[in-house]
């Protein structure tokens, strides 16, 4: 999976993307904005918003199928 990031303004509810997009490919598309008159220093307030319309899903994690790691406590 390849990730690329870019800042955008929409126009007319559409966002252009960048030319580096091949055609044909399936995108999965992460929208992140500012509430108005949130501080851009306010971490938490930001950090807090980033799974919001995220479904249980969207924030699973996947199975760990590395090697079994075992402590000799």
């Given at each position: 999976?390849?990730?690329?990031?870019?800042?955008?303004l929409?126009?007319?509810?559409?966002i252009?993307?960048?030319?580096?997009?091949?055609?044909?490919?399936?995108?999965?598309?992460?929208l992140l904005?500012e509430?108005?008159?949130?501080k851009?220093?306010?971490?938490k307030?930001?950090f807090?918003s980033?799974t919001?319309?995220?479904?249980?899903?969207?924030?699973?994690?996947p199975?760990?199928?590395g090697?079994?790691?075992?402590?000799?406590?």
């Amino acid at each position: 999976m390849n990730a690329i990031e870019f800042d955008a303004l929409p126009e007319q509810r559409s966002i252009h993307l960048p030319e580096e997009v091949p055609d044909g490919v399936r995108l999965r598309v992460v929208l992140l904005w500012e509430q108005p008159g949130a501080k851009e220093d306010d971490l938490k307030t930001l950090f807090a918003s980033t799974t919001e319309g995220l479904t249980d899903e969207d924030l699973g994690r996947p199975s760990d199928l590395g090697r079994d790691l075992q402590w000799d406590i």
